[in-house]
């Protein structure tokens, strides 16, 4: 799937969010490296297919709710299984390593704990949901 104008546009403001933190912070002779690798990234930004997503789910957990969220706030194509987790199926024992949701298979991988989910959804997609600024970041963390 290539990126449409939405995510094209989010990919050209976040290059123009780099180019004026590099402009500041760095000697001139470094411009030229930075300006190729964050072309690169761009560019892998671009063609980068999102992998089929199926969110494993309870309808009342709190935990879900955040990758829901992040999906939909993203506008991320994905499926919802629900689940009882009074009377859990075989197959998800056999892929939850702790027996809770969400879970949120990857094609064949399997992504658990709600923080790490979001954050992934938040890396395969341009533009961030979280602040450039490192100490920023780490307060809306907390």
Known sequence: MKADS???LAILSLFMRLYLMVEKSLPDYYFPLTFQIVSKAIERSLTMSIPDLELVSYHLCPYVQRAVITLLEKEISHQRTYIDLSNK???F???SPLGKVPLLKVSDEVLFESTVICEYL??????SLYPI?????AKHRA
């Open 6 to 8: 939405k995510q094209q």
């Open 89 to 91: 199926p075989d197959w």
């Open 93 to 95: 024992r056999q892929i």
């Open 122 to 127: 938040d890396e395969i997609t341009p533009g």
């Open 133 to 137: 600024d490192p100490l920023i970041k």
